[in-house]
Every structure is written in C-alpha cells, then in structure tokens.
C-alpha cells in the first residue's frame, strides 16, 4: 500500500521569501506530525493533528511557522519569511488515533521521505 | 532541552564486531522506539517496547526497555555493512514523541 509521501523532495529558497511543503499522510491514519531535522541530528517535533481536533502547535519555533490540515488528510506546512537558519529536512509521519486504538500499534509512526529545504 | 539522550553519537566498527547503543533519559515514557534513517529517507521503524524490561529480538538486533521506562538499549550482534545509518530512538508520552539525539554508525566492510 501506498507509504507516506512528501512534496517537494527538494526546494531552494531565497531569504525573505515564503515555502509551502505538503505531506499526504497513509490512508485510515487520523494523526499526523511534523518534525524539522538538521544534518545528522535527531528530529525536532513541530506540530501534531488529531482528527479535527485542535492542533498542538507547541513545537513551532517562531509565529512564521503554520500548518494546516485539510479534511483530516492532507497537511501543509507554510514558513514565511524564510531564514537561513530554516534550512534542514522537513519530515512528515503518521500514525493510528493513538488514544483510541489502544496496543502497541497505536504508538507507531510512519515516516514520508521528507522534503530538504535550503534558503540561500 | 534534550529529553533523551543517546550514546555513542558516532561510532565506526569493523565489520563482525559486536555493538550497544544507548537511550537515556530522567523522564517515563509510554512506549519507545528505535528507528534506523538512511541518508535521503525517512526514519523506519524497527520496533517498539511497551513494558518496563522487555526485551525484543529482531535478527542480529537486541532491543531493551529499562525497568523504569526511562531508558533503553540497542545490541547489534555481528554487525554488517548493511547496519550502516542513523539510529534513532523516541519516547512516546501523552501525544508527542521525543526523538534522541541519534546515533550514527558506519560498519567498514
């Protein structure tokens, strides 16, 4: 079946100006996260949808960065007025309604390829 | 602040040479889990532990889940080129996984 997929899988930016990355989470999965990853290092949570519930947004760095979540699917994360300091692999996952499925399953997240961001 | 911590950071092993990695942190967790991240992909899952000591085995890969939920380890035995990637271990609490800092292993043929 059909993973996780990201788009773009690459995107050069001028400083200054705005990005839209999109993420089509796993078909059935209601929630799904955000994570930004520098070179090499471990991932930074960014935001976390659950169903039509309000987002967590406890990990965004600055106001320049939103996400939205279009019919419980498809998600896309803007950042505006883009930094140098914003370049690094932007990574999506999803997984089972991990408060109603209940088990080991409901805690497994399944990761797109991600999309590399430079701003130049 | 970094809720776990992993260690080593780097490591490079010659190829049939046993290894641990570790996951620690002051805070429980849920559940946790090990992915493996080649470079350009996303992280895989490679299993998840859900109680206090548990051990899981998958091939040459030994996972364990300390018996306070707060740390676990990763044994890889007779290691192969093909174990070569970022390792990365995340702890599930409430509805937010902390991922470590990674552990990035090279195995030289």
């Known amino acids: 079946g059909a993973g996780v997929s990201q788009s773009p899988s690459n995107k050069v930016t001028e400083k200054g100006k705005d990005v839209e990355l999109r993420c089509d989470p796993i078909?059935?999965?209601?929630?799904l996260y955000w994570y930004r990853q520098s070179l090499g290092q471990g991932l930074e949570f960014l935001i976390y949808?659950?169903?039509?519930?309000?987002?967590?947004k406890s990990g965004l760095p600055s106001d320049r960065f939103s996400a939205e979540r279009t019919g419980g699917s498809v998600s896309t994360l803007t950042i505006q007025r883009t930094q140098q300091e914003d370049s690094a692999v932007y990574l999506c996952?999803?997984?089972?309604?991990?408060?109603?499925?209940?088990?080991?399953?409901?805690?497994?997240?399944?990761f797109g390829p991600g999309t590399r961001l430079t701003v130049t | 602040t970094q809720l776990l911590e992993q260690s080593p950071q780097f490591l490079s092993i010659q190829e049939g040479e046993n290894l641990t990695v570790y996951c620690n942190s002051s805070?429980?967790?849920?559940?946790l889990q090990w992915y493996r991240q080649e470079p350009g992909e996303g992280p895989v899952l490679l299993v998840t532990?859900?109680?206090?000591?548990e051990v899981k085995k998958l091939k040459r890969l030994t996972f364990q889940f300390g018996d306070a939920r707060k740390d676990s380890s990763l044994h890889i035995t007779a290691a192969q080129p093909g174990d070569t990637g970022l390792y990365l271990c995340?702890?599930?609490?409430?509805?937010?996984?902390?991922f470590g800092t990674g552990t990035s292993l090279t195995v030289i043929p």
């Open positions: 078909s059935g999965h209601t929630a």
């Open positions: 996952a999803s997984s089972v309604n991990p408060l109603t499925s209940g088990g080991v399953g409901s805690y497994e997240q399944y």
């Open positions: 805070s429980v967790f849920s559940s």
């Open positions: 995340a702890g599930a609490k409430g509805n937010q996984f902390y």
């Open positions: 532990v859900v109680t206090g000591g």
């Open positions: 949808f659950q169903g039509n519930s309000a987002p967590d």
